[in-house]
């Protein structure tokens, strides 16, 4: 995992990472083979695994060196690039420092060495507190935008592409459903209930050993009351 340094906050401890905001990753190119990834924690993150024998490079939001990771499983963040800096924010509420610029020179900074990086990436969510616009209905799934991320693989440019929808809230389905089972649970109780008592004999018969009185008409007629007995 990406191990950040002590002077860059947590994103999980910043503001976002609601469920209402979902992004997802729709494709990766160029299409290799030991390269995934995906997004964490609603629309937060990105993991990226490199297991392709090649150095995995990101690019940042002016198309500067932000990160790579090493065929030998080495990940590098670029101090210079303005990423650096404003991924450390959730909403990129930061002050960059003017050394860092996308004309810079790179500055390179071991974080890790297992062969993944995991970084906020802010062309992945929506970039303020306030609805967008595009959601007319909270309580419908809308797509907020599509999205992309630039990657090279080795020497070939491709990018992570995504979309990020608004999801209403689901927290009162799981109420109803359990409601409606609860209840038709209860309608089956009561329906065995009511099928066992009808079913039971009662008076005397019930009692253990009791025996039906001897039929009038005898064995070979009918009996009185023979059209009148309940199929149970």
Same mark, same amino acid.
């Given at each position: ?148 991320? $630039?990657?090279?693989?080795? /020497? +070939?440019? *491709? @990018? ?11 927290? #009162? &389905? ?26 039971? $004999?009662?008076?005397?018969? /019930? +009692?253990? *050993? @009791? ?11 009918? #009996? &009185? ?8």
């Amino acid at each position: 995992m990406f191990a950040m340094s002590s002077d860059q906050q947590n994103p999980l401890n910043d503001q976002g990472s609601s469920p209402n905001y979902r992004s997802t990753v729709t494709s990766v190119s160029p299409q290799t083979s030991g390269l995934t990834l995906q997004v964490l924690q609603f629309s937060d993150r990105l993991l990226l695994r490199n297991e392709t024998g090649r150095t995995v490079s990101i690019e940042g939001y002016e198309g500067e060196p932000y990160a790579r990771v090493k065929a030998n499983g080495t990940v590098e963040v670029n101090t210079a690039s303005p990423a650096y800096y404003l991924n450390q924010s959730f909403y990129g509420n930061v002050t960059v420092p003017p050394s860092a610029t996308a004309k810079a020179t790179p500055r390179w900074k071991i974080v890790d060495r297992t062969g993944q990086f995991e970084w906020h990436d802010h062309r992945i969510h929506w970039m303020s507190p306030a609805l967008p616009p595009q959601v007319k209905d909270k309580g419908k799934r809308t797509l907020i935008f599509d999205w992309h991320v $630039p990657i090279a693989v080795g /020497a +070939q440019k *491709g @990018a992570v592409a995504g979309t990020l929808f608004w999801t209403p809230d689901s927290s #009162s &389905a799981p109420v109803a459903a359990i409601i409606v089972g609860g209840a038709i649970v209860l309608l089956g109780v009561l329906l065995v209930v009511v099928v066992r008592r009808r079913r039971t $004999p009662r008076g005397p018969l /019930a +009692q253990a *050993g @009791a025996q039906r009185p001897p039929d009038p008409a005898g064995a070979s007629g009918a #009996s &009185a009351d023979s059209g009148h007995r309940e199929a149970w």
